[in-house]
């Protein structure tokens, strides 16, 4: 039936007459839903639980690294040869990859924001004016400015692509970074430095 139901949904999405379901703020994964405009981080947090991941790493010893799954869509973390975490994840969508190789963490940026990527937003009330822009390719239409989409516990892995806290919906969605719930991108931020050792692997 889910199955019948996605399909009707998609043949409408490819008329031009619906949104895409995939990108709903009601589509719900593992028990954690995209978060409305207006909630506190500590709520966030709260509402980004789910049933795969896990993290026992506090006490850990061993140098860190991280290990991806884009197959998968997880995330594993390490300290020396003691899995200590695993996270879902949900990295690049088609025509936005999430790039494979050995990398190493670059920076790490607790409250950053996208310099590319959000939406414009009125410069008078603060109202949405167009969501989901890329400023590379969207000009900013009279009367707008650019509000970039938040990326809390931001570890840059290679160029702009980097984990960060994000919106899960259980299939590869972003534009290359690799999003993780809440309290998984805090307990990875916490356990890297600048050079943690990151594959990713198809």
């Known amino acids: 039936m889910k199955l019948v139901s996605f399909a009707i ?4 999405l490819l008329a031009g007459c619906a949104t895409d379901p995939r990108l709903s703020s009601d589509t719900v994964y593992l028990g954690g839903r995209r978060v409305a405009s207006g909630r506190s981080a500590g709520e966030e947090k709260r509402m980004n639980y789910d049933n795969v991941s896990y993290w026992d790493g506090d006490h850990a010893t061993g140098s860190p690294r991280i290990a991806i799954k884009l197959s998968e869509q997880k995330a594993y973390f390490y ?6 975490g695993i996270s879902i994840i949900s990295t690049g969508r088609e025509g936005f990859g999430t790039p494979s ?3 190493k963490i670059q920076q790490k940026d ?6 590319r990527f959000g939406d414009y937003v009125s410069a008078a009330t603060g109202e949405v004016i167009r969501k989901d822009i890329d400023r590379d390719k969207d000009p900013m239409p009279k009367g707008a400015k650019y509000d970039g989409a938040k990326m809390p516990f931001f570890m840059r892995v290679n ?3 980097g984990m960060h ?3 899960l919906p259980g299939y590869p ?11 998984m991108a805090e307990s990875f931020f916490n356990n890297v430095s600048v050079g943690t050792p990151v594959s990713i692997s198809p």
């Open 9 to 12: 949904a998609l043949t409408t």
């Open 110 to 115: 607790r409250d950053h924001v996208s310099s």
């Open 159 to 161: 160029g702009g692509v």
């Open 79 to 84: 300290k020396g040869d003691q899995l200590v």
């Open 173 to 183: 969605a972003s534009h290359g970074c690799i999003r993780m719930p809440g309290f």
């Open 101 to 103: 190789g050995s990398f």
């Open 165 to 167: 806290e994000g919106f």
